[in-house]
T-cell receptor, first 113, second 113 residues
């Protein structure tokens, strides 16, 4: 099935570093979502973006909705050990009320001790 | 608990066996979604319920997959005559109303041997 393309696929950083990742699509989305998934758990919503150009923060996380509506970016500042996990972008598709999500390929974040 | 729960958490089936995966959504949530997550991939949409009505089953891979939500709360995903390619984590999500945030359960990891 169709998936959004995320880069990088994986990141190895040291605690305290800033992190940037992005997500691109060949088609337009009207909403962009960023999720984090820990091992053995389901994805958890971090940030939701609803307007092209929108910049939204949630603590140390900042996400932007690209002007073209075909991309989005997620930044994490001053990374800490609990930031380890897989980050997915996602966008809803389908008719009104059926917000089935299309997910990205994921970015795996690892913190090197 | 207050979250989405799924059972069993792990299931091993021999090829050709039938399996049934259960999802208990958050109480009062109208919408319920099933997703399939292959190893190293993002979740992919399978099917969607609004109350007891299955409004979209476009993501079900074959007619061996069947989902139901007869009373508009608990849902069961059934896979008949399992094949090795069915091995994946099956995630359930629920949302309070149409278009609102989806809360994911921990998933059921299905391994077909």
């Amino acid at each position: 099935g169709q998936q959004l393309n995320q880069s990088p696929q994986s990141m190895f950083i040291q605690e305290g570093e800033d992190v940037s990742m992005n997500c691109t699509s060949s088609s337009i989305f009207n909403t962009w979502l960023w999720y984090k998934q820990d091992p053995g758990e389901g994805p958890v919503l971090l940030i939701a973006l609803y307007k092209a150009g929108e910049l939204t923060s949630n603590g140390r996380l900042t996400a932007q909705f690209g002007i073209t509506r075909k991309d989005s970016f997620l930044n994490i500042s001053a990374s800490i050990p609990s930031d380890v996990g897989i980050y997915f972008c996602a966008g809803p598709r389908g008719n009104f009320g059926n917000e089935k999500l299309t997910f990205g390929t994921g970015t795996r974040l690892t913190i090197i001790p | 608990g207050a979250g989405v729960s799924q059972s069993p958490r792990y299931k091993v089936a021999k090829r050709g066996q039938d399996v049934a995966l259960r999802c208990d959504p958050i109480s009062g949530h109208v919408s319920l979604f099933w997703y399939q997550q292959a190893l190293g991939q993002g979740p992919e949409f399978l099917t969607y319920f609004q109350n007891e009505a299955q409004l979209d089953k476009s993501g079900l891979p074959s007619d061996r997959f069947f989902a139901e939500r007869p009373e508009g709360s608990v849902s069961t995903l059934k896979i008949q005559r399992t094949q090795q390619e069915d091995s994946a984590v099956y995630l359930c999500a629920s949302s309070r109303e149409q278009g609102s945030e989806q809360y994911f359960g921990p998933g059921t990891r299905l391994t077909v041997t």
